[in-house]
């Protein structure tokens, strides 16, 4: 069975700041990140649908003990958005000193940019990742 | 279904790095379980083997193969379980059901880890492994990260202050702490106060160190035998009474259920059910206490407590010895250590030595039924233990 929206061309679009994801022609439901089935009813009846990348952070860290391979980003902070169109989304968040990140962040509205990860001797080549930002 | 019991148990002590293999470590256990049994290599029918990374660690793949040589189990059929964390866990519960089918007669689970061998960077690195590569780990997810976003999420969903549940966390550790100073298999046996775990850097907002367990390297096996088969070999059989496993994707899946993890909930159901019984009938726990917000989460899920409610049960003292339900008498994961591939049958160690009223100083008084939870990166594998006296 083939793909609706594959890990390559989702990647592909968010380096392109382009938030695909799948829009069930069943229930309604929003899926990101793309699965091959809907993530509330698994119908494969779906279509590709661009999202806004706006929505509401549900929770934060910020990391200060970090892979190998990752240092020169050490500290970062990683967020948790809950899109406007209903899905939980990971990123980053920037604009912000990552020491000074609290519980506050915690519900305020984000938009969103991307970064790479360029990839490192295990991964399978590189990955975007959202990076968010604080709203106005 | 036939009856099954643990005939016999064995653990290495778990460490920080030193020069053993994987191999090796395994070897240690599995020779003790099997003296213990009353058993010889060649009458183990198969091996189901815990071990996550020993790829990475030693350039290892199938250690279990050349673990059941190496013990003189030479050419019976054994497969790698890798679950992550929890990957000894369902190693024993595909054991157990191997045996309950009466396919096998006797079969030995186990585990073993040299994770500490890779240094703290190496270990990050693969330990995150078990999250998302695609959707999670661009972000730069580790697995403190993993617990610091869910601790975040409970002090909101629960309207608890971080102060205040940053003080119940340092109690779980200060408790793991002073099992294992009574444990001499634990890596650390050394006690700590709050304000230790206060003081500690951070690694993972709102995490610091002490709320993390550390890079271990071990092993441990069991052996699990029929009835008709225990009833020869000890007077102590230990039976399995009810076994459970659930699987979860990615963090982002689980939006609906955060910060509970909704394949704990599936996989206690099940062997709460299987068993017969409720978490009021369960004397002693060893529960996945990678970090100390989750040791907070897993009392809530296994019913021990009202949701939001474990870390005030905590502060009572009802996890200790004498308490509600003790939890971790082994020092847990935090204190006796964390090397992955061997925890789960590590946790199955305790609670059959706590059964049989073996553990001196750490001995859950009088306990009878003893429960394990054993959990795999950030929900992907759960798996739930009840083990039972057969005496």
Known sequence: M??????????????????????CKQCGTVTVPPRIACSECTSTDLDVTELSGKGKVQTFTTVFVV???????????????????GPWLMGNLTGIDPKAVTMDIMGKRVKMGHAVFPGDKYSAGDEARPLFSLEG | MRKVAVVGVGMTKFSGKQDKTAVELFAEAAMDAINESNLKPKDIQALFMGNALGDFA?????????????IGASNIPANKYENACASSSAAFRDAFMWVASGF??????????????????????????????????????????VFALITHLYAKKYGIPLEKLKHQMALVS???????????????????TVDDVLKGFMVCQPLQLYDCCPFSDGGSAVILASEEKAKKLTNKPVYVVGVGQASAGNLLS?????????SRELAA??????????????????????FSTATIVALDSLGFFEYGKSGEAVEKGETKLGGKIPVNPSGGLKSKGHPIGATGTAQIYEIVKQLRGECGERQVEGAKTGMTDTLGGDGGTLCNIILKRGW
């Open chain 1, 2 to 23: 083939e793909h609706k929206l594959s890990f390559k061309e989702y990647n592909e679009a968010l380096k392109q700041n382009k938030l695909l994801g799948l829009k």
């Open chain 1, 67 to 85: 892979p190998e391979g990752r240092e020169s980003e050490c500290p970062y902070v990683i967020v948790i958005v809950e899109l406007d169109e």
């Open chain 2, 58 to 70: 030693e350039g290892q793949a199938q250690p279990q193969a050349f673990a059941a040589d190496y």
């Open chain 2, 104 to 145: 096998y007669d006797i079969v030995m689970a186990g585990g073993a880890e040299t994770a500490a061998k890779m240094g703290t960077p190496l270990a990050t690195r693969t330990f995150a492994m078990a999250s998302d590569s695609r959707y999670e780990f661009p972000s730069g997810i580790t697995f403190p990260g």
């Open chain 2, 174 to 192: 200060v408790n793991s702490h002073y099992y294992g100073a009574r444990n001499p298999k634990a890596q650390f046996q050394k006690e700590i």
């Open chain 2, 254 to 262: 689980q939006k609906e259920y955060l910060p509970r993890l909704r």
């Open chain 2, 269 to 290: 159901e099940q062997a709460y059910k299987m068993a017969g019984l409720s978490p009021k009938d369960i004397d002693v726990i060893e529960l996945h206490d990678c």
